[in-house]
């Protein structure tokens, strides 16, 4: 299973989130494929995430400066959900992942998890979750699943929001469990 696992924390130890981990999964025994960090580097930077490392991300076979863009955009997204803490322990993360739904080979479903606890995601580390379906084309008409992602004590159009657009942005990775069915074959047998 392929999914996405963006954790965050404070490196510095300056009471502010000047560090993001994006790290993409496959296999059922979880695997990391690819990377990227995204963090501060000067005291006075606070909040600004200007320095990228990131691998292919996007799938496109080459690690470049859309990569870059891409995870400083998702790890934007995620500080917009309020969901990490400054001190220790940094074990606050948003597991992401796509599916296809209406088997079109196309990915429109896209859940976020939201988890507290060390180790790969489980159902007793889960504490939130949402989920965006995309009717058609993710650039088009949605139906979101979600309530108050960004901790804020109130569900609003603010929260669908959120949920939308990291939708959008992960699905830009071409990370996701959709799975191309293929015709089958018998094999001949003989009596």
């Given at each position: 299973?392929?999914?996405?696992?963006?954790?965050?924390?404070?490196?510095?130890?300056?009471?502010?989130?000047?560090?993001?981990?994006?790290?993409?999964?496959?296999?059922?025994?979880?695997?990391?494929?690819?990377?990227?960090?995204?963090?501060?580097?000067?005291?006075?930077?606070?909040?600004?995430?200007?320095?990228?490392?990131?691998?292919?991300?996007?799938?496109?076979?080459?690690?470049?400066?859309?990569?870059d863009a891409l995870a400083r955009a998702l790890a934007k997204s995620f500080l917009q959900f309020q969901?990490?803490?400054?001190?220790?322990?940094?074990?606050?993360?948003?597991?992401?992942?796509?599916?296809?739904?209406?088997?079109?080979?196309?990915?429109?479903?896209?859940?976020?998890?939201?988890?507290?606890?060390?180790?790969?995601?489980?159902?007793?580390?889960?504490?939130?979750?949402?989920?965006?379906?995309?009717?058609?084309?993710?650039?088009?008409?949605?139906?979101?699943?979600?309530?108050?992602?960004?901790?804020?004590?109130?569900?609003?159009?603010?929260?669908?929001?959120?949920?939308?657009?990291?939708?959008?942005?992960?699905?830009?990775?071409?990370?996701?469990?959709?799975?191309?069915?293929?015709?089958?074959?018998?094999?001949?047998?003989?009596?």
């Open positions: 299973m392929r999914y996405l696992k963006i954790t965050a924390q404070d490196d510095y130890d300056n009471d502010v989130i000047d560090a993001v981990y994006l790290e993409f999964f496959d296999g059922v025994n979880a695997k990391t494929v690819a990377e990227a960090l995204v963090m501060n580097t000067p005291e006075h930077d606070h909040g600004s995430l200007k320095w990228v490392l990131a691998d292919d991300i996007n799938g496109n076979g080459v690690s470049n400066t859309v990569d969901w990490w803490k400054v001190d220790q322990p940094f074990n606050r993360y948003l597991e992401i992942l796509a599916e296809d739904l209406d088997l079109d080979g196309k990915p429109d479903l896209v859940r976020l998890r939201f988890h507290e606890g060390e180790g790969a995601p489980t159902d007793e580390t889960l504490v939130e979750a949402a989920a965006c379906v995309f009717l058609n084309d993710p650039a088009g008409r949605y139906v979101t699943l979600n309530a108050d992602v960004n901790g804020d004590w109130k569900t609003d159009p603010w929260d669908t929001t959120l949920v939308v657009d990291m939708a959008r942005l992960f699905l830009k990775c071409d990370w996701n469990n959709v799975h191309v069915a293929k015709p089958c074959t018998f094999a001949p047998t003989t009596l």
